[in-house]
């Protein structure tokens, strides 16, 4: 089993261009999460989906947008990429809430933005 | 802002001994996680407590939850070398918000 998947693992941006990072889940799970990963600091939960068409901002949403047009993707929208964005991006899916059940994750995307 | 924060921030042992880690958080949870990741790899689930559980184990994990205390600790035995890795609690409280502490670093030297 793939699990969950993130594409790319690694990408460099110049300030103000945009990118789409992509999430994919073989699980069958309804729920789906963006995190981002900053040295010294907890995952932050970025947007959320607790099932297909449907999208959630959590702790983190500004400067992001988020889609889930069908139930194994969730994609991670940077609009006008900023410094401040440069960090380690996570996807994870769980079967129902993450607060109840585990949940599982993908191996990250480096992303830079110079 | 965080609600769990993980004691050491680092920890070095050797293969063979026991590692403990902590994690203290601010206000009533409703259950605490724990979980692992590998240097370049995403997280990965170790074990959930509930409010009302006191302690639970997993093959060479335990994990205890003191609320009297406000506190939680993971204890490795007999660590391997592949333990080496960073180890995340994740608190819920008010039924809703869940956050992810900083982390404890531990290297297991073989």
């Known amino acids: 089993n793939a699990g969950v998947t993130q594409t790319p693992k690694f990408r460099v941006l110049k300030t103000g261009q945009s990118m789409t990072l992509l999430c994919a889940q073989d699980m069958n799970h309804e729920y789906m999460y963006w995190y981002r990963q900053d040295p010294g600091m907890g995952l932050r939960l970025i947007h959320y989906?607790?099932?297909?068409?449907?999208?959630a901002k959590g702790e983190v949403p500004d400067g992001y947008n988020v889609s889930r047009l069908k139930k194994q993707n969730f994609l991670l929208g940077l609009e006008s990429a900023a410094p401040s964005q440069t960090s380690v991006y996570f996807c994870?899916?769980?079967?129902?809430?993450?607060?109840?059940?585990?949940?599982?994750f993908g191996d990250g995307t480096r992303l830079s933005i110079l | 802002s965080q609600q769990g924060e993980e004691d050491p921030q680092a920890l070095s042992i050797q293969e063979g001994e026991n590692a403990t880690m902590n994690c203290s958080y601010k206000t009533s949870i409703n259950n605490l996680q724990w979980y692992r990741q590998n240097s370049g790899r995403g997280l990965v689930h170790l074990i959930l407590i509930r409010s009302n559980e006191r302690e639970k184990h997993s093959g060479r994990l335990r994990v205890t939850l003191d609320t009297s205390k406000k506190s939680s600790s993971l204890l490795i035995t007999a660590s391997r070398a592949a333990d080496t890795a960073s180890y995340f609690c994740a608190t819920l409280y008010n039924n809703n918000d869940m956050r992810f502490g900083a982390g404890t670093r531990l290297t297991v030297k073989p």
């Open positions: 994870a899916s769980s079967l129902t809430d993450r607060r109840i059940q585990p949940q599982h």
């Open positions: 989906s607790v099932g297909e068409g449907t999208t």
